[in-house]
C-alpha cells in the first residue's frame, strides 16, 4: 500500500507539471465539447486527435487523450438534460430523468446532480484502478462467453424494472429493440440478414441515430403539438425572470446526501462493469439505473425526474470509463472501441501496452492515473462553470429552439458515419419514437434491449462454438452458474413470496 | 482552309493524341480518401497516413482529404465506390480482408470490380497460445486433429477466417472456430484460458509476447518476419503446409475504370509515400507491420491469386 502511495505520489509529481495541467485542461475542455455535441463519441473525437498528438510527448499525449475520454462522459448529460438528446450513448438513461427535472424548471440543479455524481463515480474508479487495477483485471479475464452472457441474462431480467406503469406496453418496447438488433450481421455466418439488400443496413441500424431520434427528435414533435394546443409561446422551460446562477444550482446539504449513496452504489458497479470484456461504459449506466431503481430507498419514483435518476448513470458511466483502463494499463487488452483506438495511440508513441508496462514506464502509468484525478477535478470546475451559459437555451422560445434541436438532431445523426442513411434512420426512428411516448409506451427498455441483444448473441455463441454446442458451459463455470441462480431467484422470489403470504391469509381467518 | 494546314491540323492532333498517355495526369482539385471503415481502426490510421506523409512531404499539389464510409464491413464504400466509377479523385485505402468479403459474403460489387492501385504494407498473422499450453505448432497442430482445440478470432468472412480455413484444410486438423468482437476480446479470452489459440497480428499480441505471457507458434507469412521477437518463429508454410499464407495486406483501390494515367500516378505518389522515413519508422515500424510495396499490374495479380487460389476454400468449406 505505502509503494502504491509513493509511486502515485511520482505520478503527481508528473501530472502537475504546468506542461501537463495544460494538456489536462486542453483535453477535458475538449472532452465537454465533444461529449455535449450529439453525434461525435469519445471515439471520434480521440480519433481525430490522435494524430495530432504523435510529435508530443507520450505522457503528455496520453493525458491529453484520457482527459478528453472522462470529460466526455460529463459533456454528454448536458445536452441530455437540457434537450433529451443523450450526446453520447453512454448518457441516454441520463436523459431520462433529466429532462424530466428541465422541464420541472430544476435544469440547473439536475447538471449539477450530474457532475458531481460523475466525480464520484470517477474517483471511485479511480481509487479502485489505483489500488488493485491489475487484480480487477484479472477478475476481468475470467468472464469468459458464456460467464458474459450469464450476465447480460441478468440486465435482460431486470429490464422488468423499468417497465413503467403497463407492463405489457414494456414487453412490447423491449421485443421491438430485440427486433432492430436483429437487422445486420448474422453473427453465425458473417453475413447481413433483415438487410433487405441494402448495404446502408448491412452492420446494422447505428445506435446514435436511433437515440437521437427516439429522445431529441420525438421530443421537437412532443414541443410542436404542444405549442400548438397551448397556443403560447414559452421557453423549454419556466425558469422565471431570475438568471440561472451557479448559487442557485448548488444541491442543498440534503439533496446532497440523497445522492451520495447512490453514486457511491453506481461508482462500485460501474467501475466492475468497465473492466468486463466488451462491456463498456452505456451498458454500466444501464445497469446502474436498474440498481437504483431495485435499492434506492426512493427507487420506484425514477423515471419520474428525481435527482437519483440522473446521479446513478452519470456515476457509473464515469466508474466505467475509469474501470477499462485497469485491463488497458495492466495486460494492453481495450475494453471497447474508444480503449481501442488509445491503445493504438500508445503503439504510436513507442510504447508497448502489454503486461510489462506498468514496471517499463512507471512514469507513464502513474502520471496518467495520477492526471486522472487531477483531470476529474479540472472537468469539474470547468463543467460547473458552464452551467449558467448552457441553462440559457432554457428561455429560448420554442418556435426558434424546435428548428434548432432539429437541426443538431440532423447533424448528429449525419456526423457518426457521414451518412444520409443515418439521417433516415434518426427521422424514423423519431416518428416512432413520437407515437410511442404519445401511447405511453415506454423508449428505455427498448435501447437496453438494443444495446444488450448483439452482446448476448455474440457471447452465448462463442459459449457455444467453444462447447461444441453443449450447454454444459453454463453449469460447469461456477461464475455463470452463480448468475444464473441468481436470476432464477431473482424471477422466483416475488411469485414465492406472494404465494406464501397468500397462504398464510387463508390460514388465519381458519386459526 | 487550305488543304496543307488540314494536314498540318491533323498532324498536330495524332502527334497530341500520342502525347496523351505520356502527358502526365495531376489531379485538378482535392482526392477524396474513401475509407471503408470508422475513424481509429487500422485502415483508417493507413488512410491518415498516407494523407499526412503525402502533406507533410510535399509530394503532392493538391490535398488529400480522409473521409470515413463505414458500414457493412466494407459494402457500403464499395457500393458507393461503384457510382463513381471513371472518377480520377478518390482512392480507397483497404484491408484485403474487405476484399476477400466482398466474395465470401457476396456483396453486389466486389473486388475485382474495383481499379487496383499499389499495395503498400503488410499486417502478418500469427498463431498464438498461452505460454506452456503446447510445445510448439507442430504439438498444436496434431493436437487439433481431436476436434477438442478451440481457436479465438475476430471476424467472418474475413482474412482471419480464411487464415483458419486454409489451416483446417492443408494441415487436417479440425480447430473450433470462435468468434469475438474483436482482437482484444480474443487476447482475454486465451489469457482467462477459454479459448486455446488464437490469431493476432503482431500489433495485437507484442506487449504479451515481449512479457512472456503469450507464445508465438507460428506465422501465416511466406518468410519468416524479422526482429528479436519474431525471427525464431516458424512459418506454417515451413512446417509443411506451403498453401496456408495469409496476411492482412494492406492495398489502395481506385473506383472501376479508372484512367490508366491517374493509375499510373497515384502508383508513382504511393511508392514515393512507401519510401519516406516517416512512413518507415513512424507507420511501418512502429505498427509492427512488414513493408511491401506492389506496383498496380503486380497488386492486380497478387489480388487474383488470392481471390482465384484462396477464397473458394470458403465454398468448400460451406461457409
Not at chain 1, 450530474?114 to 466525480?119: D, E, K, Q, R
Not at chain 1, 418496447?173 to 453465425?188: E, F, H, Q, R, S
Not at chain 2, 506452456?132 to 493436437?143: L, M, V, Y
Request: charged content about 15%.
Amino acid at each position: 500500500m505505502t509503494e502504491i502511495l509513493s509511486l502515485l505520489g511520482s505520478g503527481f509529481a508528473v501530472a502537475l507539471t504546468p506542461t501537463n495541467l495544460m494538456y489536462a485542461t486542453i483535453g477535458a475542455a475538449m472532452g465537454l465539447i465533444v461529449g455535449a455535441m450529439p453525434g461525435i463519441g469519445s471515439l471520434a473525437g480521440i480519433a481525430l486527435l490522435l494524430p495530432l498528438t504523435f510529435k508530443l510527448d507520450p505522457t503528455g499525449a496520453i493525458i491529453m487523450l484520457a482527459a478528453l475520454y472522462y470529460a466526455n462522459m460529463y459533456g454528454g448529460s448536458f445536452s441530455a438534460i437540457l434537450l433529451n438528446i443523450p450526446g453520447d450513448s453512454p448518457a441516454v438513461m441520463t436523459a431520462v430523468d433529466g429532462y424530466k427535472l428541465t422541464r420541472a424548471g430544476k435544469a440547473g440543479k439536475a447538471l449539477f446532480t450530474a457532475i458531481v455524481a460523475s466525480m464520484i463515480g470517477g474517483t471511485i474508479g479511480m481509487v479502485i484502478l489505483t489500488v488493485m487495477g491489475p487484480l480487477l483485471a484479472d477478475v476481468g479475464l475470467r468472464f469468459g462467453p458464456a460467464e458474459m452472457a450469464a450476465v447480460i441474462v441478468l440486465a435482460f431480467t431486470s429490464i422488468g424494472w423499468l417497465l413503467g406503469e403497463s407492463p405489457a406496453k414494456g414487453g412490447l418496447a423491449t421485443a421491438l429493440g430485440l427486433m432492430l438488433a436483429c437487422v445486420g450481421v448474422d453473427l453465425a455466418r458473417g453475413g447481413s440478414r433483415f438487410a433487405f439488400g441494402l448495404p446502408d443496413l448491412m452492420s446494422g441500424i447505428t445506435f446514435v441515430p436511433l437515440v437521437i431520434g427516439m429522445f431529441g427528435f420525438s421530443q421537437v414533435m412532443i414541443l410542436m403539438k404542444d405549442f400548438r394546443s397551448q397556443g403560447q409561446d414559452r421557453g423549454l422551460a419556466d425558469v422565471g425572470r431570475e438568471t440561472l446562477s451557479i448559487r442557485r444550482s448548488v444541491l442543498s446539504r440534503q439533496e446532497f446526501l440523497r445522492i451520495l449513496p447512490t453514486a457511491g452504489k453506481s461508482g462500485l458497479l460501474g467501475t466492475f462493469v468497465g473492466v468486463l470484456p466488451g462491456a463498456g461504459a452505456t451498458m454500466a449506466a444501464f445497469l446502474c439505473y436498474v440498481l437504483e431503481k431495485r435499492t434506492g430507498r426512493d427507487g420506484a419514483r425514477l423515471g419520474e425526474g428525481v435527482y437519483e435518476g440522473v446521479a446513478a448513470p452519470e456515476a457509473g458511466n464515469n466508474a466505467a470509463a475509469a474501470g477499462t483502463f485497469a485491463p488497458l494499463l495492466s495486460l494492453g487488452i481495450p475494453g471497447g472501441g474508444t480503449t481501442a483506438v488509445l491503445l493504438g495511440g500508445l503503439m504510436m508513441w513507442g510504447l508497448t501496452p502489454g503486461p510489462l508496462l506498468f514496471s517499463e514506464q512507471p512514469e507513464f502509468c502513474w502520471g496518467l492515473i495520477a492526471s486522472m484525478y487531477v483531470g476529474n477535478i479540472i472537468c469539474v470546475f470547468v463543467a460547473i462553470a458552464m452551467i449558467p451559459f448552457v441553462t440559457n437555451i432554457l428561455r429560448v422560445p420554442v418556435r426558434i429552439v424546435a428548428p434548432v434541436i432539429t437541426a443538431v438532431c440532423v447533424v448528429g445523426a449525419y456526423s457518426v458515419d457521414n451518412t444520409m442513411f443515418d439521417v433516415v434512420v434518426m427521422l424514423a426512428a423519431g416518428l416512432v419514437g413520437f407515437f410511442l411516448t404519445q401511447y405511453a409506451y415506454p423508449t428505455a427498455p427498448l435501447l437496453l434491449a438494443f444495446v444488450l441483444a448483439p452482446i448476448l448473441e455474440r457471447s452465448s455463441s462463442a459459449a457455444f462454438e467453444i462447447s461444441g454446442g453443449s450447454v454444459s458451459i453454463f453449469y460447469e463455470s461456477p461464475i455463470a452458474l452463480g448468475f444464473l441462480l441468481v436470476i432464477a431467484a431473482i424471477c422466483l422470489a416475488p411469485p414465492a413470496l406472494k404465494a406464501a403470504r397468500g397462504l398464510r391469509r387463508t390460514k388465519q381467518p381458519g386459526e | 482552309m487550305s488543304n496543307s494546314v488540314m494536314r498540318i491540323l491533323a498532324v498536330a492532333a495524332t502527334a497530341m493524341g500520342l502525347a496523351g498517355p505520356a502527358a502526365a495526369f495531376e489531379p485538378s482539385r482535392n482526392v477524396d480518401m474513401i475509407v471503408p471503415a470508422s475513424a481509429g481502426g487500422g485502415t483508417d490510421l493507413n488512410a491518415r497516413t498516407i494523407a499526412e506523409v503525402i502533406k507533410s512531404d510535399q509530394l503532392a499539389k493538391s490535398s488529400f482529404q480522409v473521409i470515413n464510409r463505414p458500414g457493412g464491413s466494407g459494402a457500403v464504400a464499395f457500393s458507393y465506390a461503384a457510382t463513381k466509377a471513371g472518377d480520377d479523385h478518390m482512392l480507397m485505402p483497404i484491408a484485403i480482408g474487405q476484399i476477400i468479403s466482398s466474395y465470401a459474403l457476396d456483396w453486389e460489387v466486389k473486388g475485382k470490380d474495383m481499379t487496383p492501385i499499389a499495395t503498400v504494407a503488410n499486417d502478418e498473422f500469427f498463431l498464438g497460445a498461452l505460454k506452456g499450453r503446447f510445445k510448439d505448432a507442430n504439438e498444436a497442430i496434431e493436437a487439433a486433429k481431436s476436434g477438442k482445440i478451440t481457436f479465438g478470432s475476430s471476424q467472418k468472412g474475413n482474412s482471419d477466417h480464411l487464415a483458419y480455413l486454409l489451416l483446417n484444410k492443408h494441415a487436417n486438423t479440425k480447430f473450433r472456430y470462435v468468434q469475438f468482437g474483436g482482437s482484444g476480446e480474443v487476447m482475454s479470452a486465451l489469457l482467462g484460458k477459454h479459448v486455446d489459440v488464437g490469431l493476432f497480428n503482431p500489433s495485437e499480441f507484442v506487449g504479451q509476447v515481449r512479457a512472456g505471457t503469450v507464445v508465438p507458434l507460428a506465422s501465416f507469412s511466406t518468410e519468416r518476419m524479422p526482429g528479436e521477437l519474431w525471427k525464431d518463429v516458424p512459418t506454417l508454410a515451413e512446417l509443411g503446409y506451403p498453401e496456408v499464407v495469409a496476411a492482412e495486406t494492406r492495398v489502395v483501390l481506385g473506383p472501376p475504370k479508372m484512367d490508366e494515367a491517374a493509375v499510373a500516378y497515384y502508383e508513382n505518389l504511393l511508392r514515393r509515400v512507401t519510401e519516406t522515413d516517416r512512413w518507415k519508422t513512424d507507420y511501418v515500424e512502429r505498427n509492427n507491420l512488414s513493408p511491401m510495396f506492389l506496383g498496380a499490374k503486380e497488386t492486380q495479380d497478387f489480388l487474383a491469386e488470392v481471390i482465384d487460389r484462396r477464397v473458394p476454400v470458403f465454398k468448400e468449406a460451406g461457409f
